[in-house]
Nanobody, 125 residues
Framework: QVQLVESGGGSVQAGGSLTLSCVASGDTYSAVWMAWFRQAPGTDREGVAS???????RYGDSVKGRFTISRDNAKNTVYLQMNSLKPEDTATYYC???????????????????WGQGTQVIVSS
């Protein structure tokens, strides 16, 4: 089992920045891929960004060029730097980990079996 705890959410004005953190504990060797997903009310969970233990990354089209995912394997922590935030980025952001996904499915929530509780991000216009 992998336990994931997110932090760093909050409220920010459009154009601002936030950094989310996710600390993994437990069987962290299972966290081959770690990712951030988000979900706004009434919408499906969307893949935002993902990163493997060897630092391969994938980004959702809506955040490319604005968000950066990074990972500190020694600290079992993944970060999401969010710049140029827009009101449409408002959502609950979830950290997830997967032992089984591959690069091509690294933004698909169904391939992740460990999830955090989520942290809310609100971007006001």
């Amino acid at each position: 089992q992998v336990q994931l705890v997110e932090s760093g959410g909050g409220s920010v004005q459009a154009g601002g920045s936030l950094t989310l953190s996710c600390v993994a504990s437990g069987d962290t060797y299972s966290a081959v891929w770690m990712a951030w997903f988000r979900q706004a009310p009434g919408t499906d969970r969307e893949g935002v960004a993902s990163i493997s233990t060897d630092a391969r990354t994938r980004y959702g089209d809506s955040v490319k060029g604005r968000f950066t995912i990074s990972r500190d394997n020694a600290k079992n922590t993944v970060y999401l730097q969010m710049n140029s935030l827009k009101p449409e980025d408002t959502a609950t952001y979830y950290c997830a980990a997967s032992q089984i996904t591959t690069y091509w499915y690294a933004l698909s929530p169904s391939w992740y079996n460990f999830w955090g509780q989520g942290t809310q991000v609100i971007v006001s216009s």
